[in-house]
């Protein structure tokens, strides 16, 4: 017959150096941690950080005691009673089998997602072998709490990995998400990651101050990995002829070739503490980091030139519609630099909150040509009528904003790519652009803040170049006249608070005016907006 665990523990070690190790995990994932022996009883159990989820018996608890009748088979049990915190069993093995049960319940907070509750299964299992190589001498107590923390964290590090590559994320997220995790689990005190065909280079965590010193560092490690592409480890950096005078703070550095497309870059780990030396396992671990980003960024610069392609291919066929109205000239382009002007003035004075963020400013300013794409299937008569529309031919110019929003639609749901923020916005403003605050707008009728913001957006921009562009049926208006007439649409036509961003930034709004009418060549215009599109905006009322 098997040794019950109560009699393993007396012998081969401290009750209490057990229940420390556990509870150092519980700034981690688990809220409460017991052993129980064969019988269903526990011996003991960390003091929990909430309402206790472990009774003193598994009598009391059937779904307990049916996991652990599970985990008796060697593997890894769940307890997840309906509406109830989750527990995952262990089974505590010896030689012979098991001889007890390690039961871990979750963090409350994170008990209800998948990652928190496989992230634990794991660490459950981690803990029983461990428990078990205690029992029998094979690893004395004293070492289980610093074992348990090292696997603990390596553990997060995949987790945070698998999270964060994701590549329907910002860049710039997922790689503090990664870099924040790595140097946390590895003990970096700086991690450089560089791709120069990316034109990319992180140093983390930032210090300004320290810029140029960690330049030169990155250069003279890159240098070297260019040279005999392979990982390095180089313990006491100040004694190396090569570093000693750029290396200062940093005593110790592992530097791993990171390949993004067959374009060579890195990723390097830095320490200042000369008795922390890096080992063999650090640089291990930071391969497979640099692995995982490589794949990473190679999927990204992929998907982001297949994403440039197809940004491309609709907005040739917004223009391609836009070009059957003869006189809208470089309409698209301006309408573009108009709603970044409200959307960067609105993010810089946090007027519609969370709402606004810089990927909403530059997704309209890629969205907002598609807002007349419905016009493709207006007759040319209507389109190009010199002369006021009938009733009639007006409730047919009206189906445009219909038939472009259905168009994007069906485009998203063809392409089958979930949740496409171009697309998205792109499809909101065909709709809305001519909805009115007050609800008399079309196709819907929509009032108030059931307008889509970029739809209000657009109102202004699409009306104020309306009002200062010639049409066959009308000569531009000034600036002036175009201003007076936004202002009495205030709380009517418009958005109240999108009207008084339009004053706070007019200026802006009649240089775009005057550039973009100005009869300039196609590829100056194209610098001109190249130029805007990355410079952040100047002028009474703008925050940069």
């Given at each position: 017959?098997?040794?019950?665990?109560?009699?393993?523990?007396?012998?081969?070690?401290?009750?209490?150096?057990?229940?420390?190790?556990?509870?150092?995990?519980?700034?981690?994932?688990?809220?409460?941690?017991?052993?129980?022996?064969?019988?269903?009883?526990?011996?003991?159990?960390?003091?929990?950080?909430?309402?206790?989820?472990?009774?003193?018996?598994?009598?009391?608890?059937?779904?307990?005691?049916?996991?652990?009748?599970?985990?008796?088979?060697?593997?890894?049990?769940?307890?997840?009673?309906?509406?109830?915190?989750?527990?995952?069993?262990?089974?505590?093995?010896?030689?012979?089998?098991?001889?007890?049960?390690?039961?871990?319940?979750?963090?409350?907070?994170?008990?209800?997602?998948?990652?928190?509750?496989?992230?634990?299964?794991?660490?459950?299992?981690?803990?029983?072998?461990?428990?078990?190589?205690?029992?029998?001498?094979?690893?004395?107590?004293?070492?289980?709490?610093?074992?348990?923390?090292?696997?603990?964290?390596?553990?997060?590090?995949?987790?945070?990995?698998?999270?964060?590559?994701?590549?329907?994320?910002?860049?710039?997220?997922?790689?503090?998400?990664?870099?924040?995790?790595?140097?946390?689990?590895?003990?970096?005190?700086?991690?450089?990651?560089?791709?120069?065909?990316?034109?990319?280079?992180?140093?983390?965590?930032?210090?300004?101050?320290?810029?140029?010193?960690?330049?030169?560092?990155?250069?003279?490690?890159?240098?070297?990995?260019?040279?005999?592409?392979?990982?390095?480890?180089?313990?006491?950096?100040?004694?190396?002829?090569?570093?000693?005078?750029?290396?200062?703070?940093?005593?110790?550095?592992?530097?791993?070739?990171?390949?993004?497309?067959?374009?060579?870059?890195?990723?390097?780990?830095?320490?200042?503490?000369?008795?922390?030396?890096?080992?063999?396992?650090?640089?291990?671990?930071?391969?497979?980091?640099?692995?995982?980003?490589?794949?990473?960024?190679?999927?990204?610069?992929?998907?982001?030139?297949?994403?440039?392609?197809?940004?491309?291919?609709?907005?040739?066929?917004?223009?391609?519609?836009?070009?059957?109205?003869?006189?809208?000239?470089?309409?698209?382009?301006?309408?573009?630099?108009?709603?970044?002007?409200?959307?960067?003035?609105?993010?810089?004075?946090?007027?519609?909150?969370?709402?606004?963020?810089?990927?909403?400013?530059?997704?309209?300013?890629?969205?907002?040509?598609?807002?007349?794409?419905?016009?493709?299937?207006?007759?040319?008569?209507?389109?190009?009528?010199?002369?006021?529309?009938?009733?009639?031919?007006?409730?047919?110019?009206?189906?445009?904003?219909?038939?472009?929003?259905?168009?994007?639609?069906?485009?998203?749901?063809?392409?089958?790519?979930?949740?496409?923020?171009?697309?998205?916005?792109?499809r909101e403003i065909a709709y809305s652009h001519h909805e009115k605050w007050n609800g008399t707008g079309y196709p819907f009728g929509l009032n108030d803040d059931t307008i889509p913001l970029s739809g209000r957006v657009m109102a202004i921009a699409d009306v104020y170049d309306a009002l200062t562009s010639k049409r066959c049926y009308k000569d531009a208006m000034s600036h002036e006249r175009a201003r007076t007439i936004i202002v009495e649409g205030r709380g009517a036509h418009f958005d109240p608070r999108l009207v008084d961003a339009f004053l706070a930034c007019e200026e802006q709004f009649l240089q775009v005016c005057e550039l973009l009418h100005g009869g300039?060549?196609?590829?100056?215009?194209?610098?001109?907006?190249?130029?805007?599109?990355?410079?952040?905006?100047?002028?009474?009322?703008?925050?940069?």
């Amino acid at each position: 017959m098997l040794e019950n665990v109560e009699d393993l523990l007396d012998r081969y070690f401290d009750k209490d150096l057990a229940a420390s190790a556990v509870e150092g995990l519980q700034a981690y994932c688990a809220n409460e941690a017991a052993i129980y022996d064969l019988r269903g009883q526990r011996l003991w159990a960390t003091k929990p950080e909430s309402q206790p989820a472990l009774p003193a018996t598994v009598r009391e608890d059937a779904a307990l005691a049916g996991a652990i009748e599970q985990a008796k088979t060697l593997r890894t049990a769940v307890s997840a009673p309906h509406g109830e915190t989750p527990r995952v069993i262990a089974p505590i093995m010896i030689l012979e089998g098991p001889a007890g049960f390690l039961v871990l319940a979750p963090r409350l907070e994170r008990a209800g997602t998948g990652n928190a509750l496989q992230r634990l299964e794991t660490l459950a299992s981690m803990c029983g072998a461990l428990f078990g190589e205690a029992l029998t001498g094979k690893r004395t107590g004293a070492d289980l709490a610093a074992e348990l923390t090292a696997r603990y964290e390596e553990l997060s590090l995949v987790y945070t990995l698998t999270e964060a590559l994701d590549i329907s994320k910002p860049e710039h997220e997922a790689l503090a998400i990664i870099c924040d995790a790595v140097a946390h689990t590895l003990g970096a005190d700086l991690l450089i990651l560089e791709v120069p065909a990316l034109g990319h280079c992180t140093f983390y965590p930032d210090s300004p101050e320290d810029t140029e010193a960690r330049q030169q560092l990155a250069a003279a490690l890159l240098e070297e990995l260019a040279a005999a592409p392979r990982t390095t480890a180089t313990n006491y950096l100040d004694q190396s002829e090569k570093y000693a005078r750029i290396a200062k703070p940093f005593a110790h550095a592992a530097c791993v070739p990171l390949t993004v497309d067959n374009d060579l870059g890195m990723i390097a780990l830095l320490r200042e503490d000369p008795q922390d030396r890096l080992f063999m396992g650090d640089v291990k671990m930071l391969e497979a980091v640099s692995r995982q980003l490589s794949i990473f960024m190679t999927n990204r610069k992929i998907t982001s030139a297949r994403k440039q392609l197809f940004d491309l291919t609709i907005f040739g066929l917004a223009r391609l519609a836009e070009s059957r109205d003869m006189e809208t000239g470089e309409h698209l382009e301006r309408v573009s630099s108009y709603c970044r002007i409200l959307a960067e003035y609105c993010l810089g004075h946090g007027i519609f909150g969370k709402e606004v963020t810089p990927e909403f400013v530059e997704t309209i300013f890629s969205s907002s040509p598609l807002h007349d794409i419905g016009k493709v299937g207006i007759p040319d008569a209507i389109l190009n009528k010199p002369g006021k529309l009938t009733p009639e031919e007006f409730e047919l110019m009206k189906q445009h904003a219909i038939i472009g929003g259905d168009t994007l639609r069906d485009i998203e749901h063809r392409l089958n790519w979930g949740e496409s923020t171009f697309l998205t916005m792109g499809r909101e403003i065909a709709y809305s652009h001519h909805e009115k605050w007050n609800g008399t707008g079309y196709p819907f009728g929509l009032n108030d803040d059931t307008i889509p913001l970029s739809g209000r957006v657009m109102a202004i921009a699409d009306v104020y170049d309306a009002l200062t562009s010639k049409r066959c049926y009308k000569d531009a208006m000034s600036h002036e006249r175009a201003r007076t007439i936004i202002v009495e649409g205030r709380g009517a036509h418009f958005d109240p608070r999108l009207v008084d961003a339009f004053l706070a930034c007019e200026e802006q709004f009649l240089q775009v005016c005057e550039l973009l009418h100005g009869g300039q060549s196609s590829e100056e215009t194209a610098r001109f907006l190249r130029h805007f599109a990355t410079t952040p905006l100047q002028g009474p009322g703008v925050t940069p």
